[in-house]
Each structure stands twice: as structure tokens, then as C-alpha cells.
């Protein structure tokens, strides 16, 4: 893994009250007290941003918010700008995640809209690229996979990649019970290192963090993790429960 620092983001996803968002981030708290040499973030829904954010502030644990828009203030109804976010205290933002765009109708352009925005007011980015399972059968997953993150990775500079985390999630992975082995992970993760030193340079593939994210689970995140090319994993339903996250993140205790 060439020194990289493991980074395990939990995604809450539309989960979670105020109330509920707390509950959950103090016994993360308790339980990840004192862990070292993994980068931790979780992503509450804009809702429960303020108060985790507060709860968070004595913690390592980072805040990260679920996606942003790219103007930073205006006539946007029902939009979050990069501002608000940095206002509340995010560090990361999660950009062109699978289910935004299979249900809202992000773009190669609105996602990189999106990264470039996030880079403009000081937030790390995580940027997502995965396929459809029609896609895998198709043998489409390498073209769709180097789309989304050419796309996405438009007029990025080397300043700005060095604050971008990639996360590869197989769409037909995701809240299915089915995950890509580790070997089928592993396949892409270099493709996608591939590709970035294409892009940029052999350094900065090398430097650069790709997360796995697709049905990651306490049982099968040592098996990921053991792949050379996986730095750490985008975990949405086991992050909801903070053993099972918990045990996500020290996974090199299992």
C-alpha cells in the first residue's frame, strides 16, 4: 500500500435524526478512542451536520456532508452550497456517488461542477466511480469506470488531486448483500491507479487513497483490504451501527 494512509468513511446516507446522529457518533467516539494510523470520516445527512460536527470537536473523527452544490449562494431551492458547508465545519464532501446519479441526474459536467466547487472553498473530495451490473455484463466496467473519472477529474490540477480521496463502488454492490470479491475490487483499483498515473504522474498514482464501497462488512473488509491497490472503504449500511463500523475500521485487529 505503499505507506497510504487507510481511510474509512461511513456514508449515513438518508438515515439518521438528530437526535439518532448523536446517539450514534458518541459511542464512535468511545469506541475508536486512541486509534491510530486510519483516517476516519463520517457523513451524517445535512440535517445532523451542525450538531455531529459539534460533537465531533474534540474527536479525530472527521466530518464529511453527502454532496454540495457548486454555487455558493442564490435562487437553488433545497440546494447546500460548498460555504454552508465549510460553515459547519466539513473537511470532506462526497461527490458523484452512485445514487446521485441514478436518481437525480448527476453528469459527468454537474459532478465536475461539483469537485470544482469543492476545491474553490477549501474541502477534500471524495469522488465515486463505479457500473451498473448491466454495465459489468456488458464488459463495459473499465469505459465507464475511465469516464466517470475523467469526467470527474476535469481541470483538476496536481495541487487539487493531492486532496482528493477516489472511491470505487460497483453500483450492482451497493445495499445488495453482493460485494466484488476482493480480486474483482482489487482489478479495478489498479485500473484506476492506472489511469491516474496517466493523468497525472507515477507519484501522484502512488500517493492518492481509492476506497472500496459496495456492501463493505466487518467480515469482509480484511479480505479488501489485504488487496495492494484498496486504501480503505466508503461503508453505507454498516457505518449505521457503531460496533459494526467500529470493527470496519480496526479491522487489523479482527
Given at each position: 500500500?505503499?505507506?497510504?494512509?487507510?481511510?474509512?468513511?461511513?456514508?449515513?446516507?438518508?438515515?439518521?435524526?438528530?437526535?439518532?446522529?448523536?446517539d450514534?457518533?458518541?459511542?464512535?467516539?468511545?469506541?475508536?478512542?486512541?486509534?491510530?494510523?486510519?483516517?476516519?470520516?463520517?457523513?451524517?445527512?445535512?440535517?445532523?451536520?451542525?450538531?455531529?460536527?459539534?460533537?465531533?470537536?474534540?474527536?479525530?473523527?472527521?466530518?464529511?456532508?453527502?454532496?454540495?452544490?457548486?454555487?455558493?449562494?442564490?435562487?437553488?431551492?433545497?440546494?447546500?452550497?460548498?460555504?454552508?458547508?465549510g460553515?459547519?465545519?466539513?473537511?470532506?464532501?462526497?461527490?458523484?456517488?452512485?445514487?446521485?446519479?441514478?436518481?437525480?441526474?448527476?453528469?459527468?459536467?454537474?459532478?465536475?461542477?461539483?469537485?470544482?466547487?469543492?476545491?474553490?472553498?477549501?474541502?477534500?473530495?471524495?469522488?465515486?466511480?463505479?457500473?451498473?451490473?448491466?454495465?459489468?455484463?456488458?464488459?463495459?466496467?473499465?469505459?465507464?469506470?475511465?469516464?466517470?473519472?475523467?469526467?470527474?477529474l476535469?481541470?483538476?490540477?496536481?495541487?487539487?488531486?493531492?486532496?482528493?480521496?477516489l472511491?470505487?463502488?460497483?453500483?450492482?454492490?451497493?445495499?445488495?448483500?453482493?460485494?466484488?470479491s476482493?480480486?474483482?475490487?482489487?482489478?479495478?483499483?489498479?485500473?484506476?491507479?492506472?489511469?491516474?498515473?496517466?493523468?497525472?504522474?507515477?507519484?501522484?498514482?502512488?500517493?492518492?487513497?481509492?476506497?472500496?464501497?459496495?456492501?463493505?462488512?466487518?467480515?469482509?473488509?480484511?479480505?479488501?483490504?489485504?488487496?495492494?491497490?484498496?486504501?480503505?472503504?466508503?461503508?453505507?449500511?454498516?457505518?449505521?451501527?457503531?460496533?459494526?463500523?467500529?470493527?470496519?475500521?480496526?479491522?487489523?485487529?479482527?
Amino acid at each position: 500500500m505503499m505507506g497510504r494512509m487507510v481511510f474509512i468513511a461511513g456514508n449515513w446516507k438518508m438515515n439518521k435524526t438528530v437526535g439518532e446522529a448523536l446517539d450514534l457518533v458518541r459511542e464512535l467516539k468511545l469506541l475508536l478512542s486512541g486509534i491510530k494510523g486510519v483516517e476516519v470520516a463520517v457523513a451524517p445527512p445535512f440535517t445532523a451536520l451542525h450538531a455531529v460536527g459539534q460533537e465531533l470537536k474534540d474527536s479525530t473523527i472527521l466530518l464529511a456532508a453527502q454532496n454540495l452544490f457548486w454555487e455558493e449562494k442564490g435562487a437553488f431551492t433545497g440546494e447546500i452550497s460548498p460555504l454552508m458547508l465549510g460553515d459547519l465545519g466539513c473537511q470532506y464532501v462526497i461527490v458523484g456517488h452512485s445514487e446521485r446519479r441514478q436518481y437525480f441526474g448527476e453528469t459527468e459536467e454537474t459532478v465536475s461542477r461539483r469537485v470544482k466547487s469543492a476545491f474553490r472553498h477549501g474541502l477534500r473530495v471524495i469522488l465515486c466511480v463505479g457500473e451498473t451490473l448491466q454495465e459489468r455484463e456488458g464488459g463495459r466496467t473499465f469505459s465507464v469506470v475511465e469516464r466517470q473519472l475523467v469526467g470527474g477529474l476535469k481541470e483538476v490540477g496536481e495541487k487539487e488531486i493531492e486532496k482528493t480521496v477516489l472511491a470505487y463502488e460497483p453500483v450492482w454492490a451497493i445495499g445488495t448483500g453482493k460485494t466484488a470479491s476482493p480480486e474483482q475490487a482489487g482489478e479495478v483499483h489498479r485500473f484506476i491507479r492506472q489511469k491516474v498515473e496517466r493523468l497525472y504522474s507515477k507519484g501522484i498514482s502512488e500517493e492518492i487513497r481509492i476506497q472500496y464501497g459496495g456492501s463493505v462488512t466487518p467480515e469482509n473488509i480484511k479480505a479488501l483490504m489485504a488487496q495492494p491497490d484498496i486504501d480503505g472503504a466508503l461503508v453505507g449500511g454498516a457505518s449505521l451501527k457503531a460496533e459494526s463500523f467500529a470493527r470496519i475500521v480496526r479491522f487489523k485487529e479482527i
